[in-house]
């Protein structure tokens, strides 16, 4: 369809021209501008999907040119993303294949979401999860982020049952809920008010800020399976899939 358009503008051209090349449009004259602005106005008349094809390439154009910033973002930040000294693992932490995933504690979504990763953490023994405190629905969730790193800081074998008894809890979470949860895993109340004011507790979730400026993640849950970002709490199901294909070709998507 675009061959005919083009077909048929040269020919207008050639019609309206006579001249053995042209250069550029201001080489036009007035009358000729005129008559090609008339046949382009015509051809989309009669044809009007040529608007709407040039707009879905257009859409594709763009989102492929996002897709890759997204994965050569995730390339440039490897480091910080899979191996930072800060983030809290669940599952085997040698484990060949990892899923990350940007939370917080007070997302509707990814306490919905928790269901998925207990379910990856029972049924796939090579996979790790690698939780990135990103509190950013309000101050509860900064407070709540902030007790979650000192207790990863503190006792990392005991961030599992905190996370999940946190993350499970129903209503709004904050620092004084994290701190239950945190005192009901085995650790003591008073170090994690302590450890949860120190400077690496705030770097923790400045990195996971930083990270998701970069990744231009905006919402929880969002999640980073190889090269590839995943938005949304898309179910165990599309997770796994990802993960079966990091087992088949070493990409989330094959």
């Known amino acids: 369809m675009f061959a005919h358009f083009r077909k048929v503008l040269s020919a207008t051209l050639v019609a309206a021209t006579l001249l053995p090349s042209v250069a550029s449009a201001e080489d036009f004259t007035a009358s000729q501008k005129a008559a090609i602005g008339d046949v382009v106005k015509a051809y989309l008349m009669d044809h009007p999907e040529v608007i709407a094809d040039a707009l879905q390439a257009l859409d594709a154009r763009n989102k492929a040119s ?3 910033g997204r994965t050569d973002a995730i390339q440039a930040n490897r480091e910080a993303i899979f191996s930072s000294p800060y983030q809290a693992t669940l599952g085997d932490p040698n484990a060949k294949i990892a899923l990350v995933e940007f939370f917080d504690y007070n997302c509707g979504f990814c306490k919905k979401a928790l269901a998925d990763t207990r379910a990856i953490l029972d049924k796939e023994k090579d996979v790790k999860i ?33 996370h999940f008894d946190l993350l499970g809890t129903r209503g709004q979470a904050d620092g004084d809920r994290a701190l239950a949860s945190a005192v009901k895993a085995g650790l003591d109340e008073a170090k994690v008010k302590e450890m949860a004011a120190k400077p690496e507790v705030a770097a923790a979730i400045n990195q996971s800020y930083d990270l998701a400026h970069k990744l231009a993640i905006n919402g929880t849950p969002a999640y980073i399976v190889g090269d590839e970002l995943v938005f949304g709490a898309v179910g165990f199901s599309e997770l796994n899939r990802k993960i079966e294909a990091m087992r088949a070709c070493g990409k989330a998507t094959c």
Request: aromatic share 8%; hydrophobic share 50%; glycine share 2%.
């Open 130 to 162: 690698i939780l990135k405190e990103f509190p950013i629905l309000s101050e509860g969730s900064v407070e709540a982020a902030k007790v979650a790193a000192a207790v990863n800081i503190l006792d990392p074998k005991a961030y599992e049952a905190f």
């Open 66 to 68: 996002e897709e890759q």
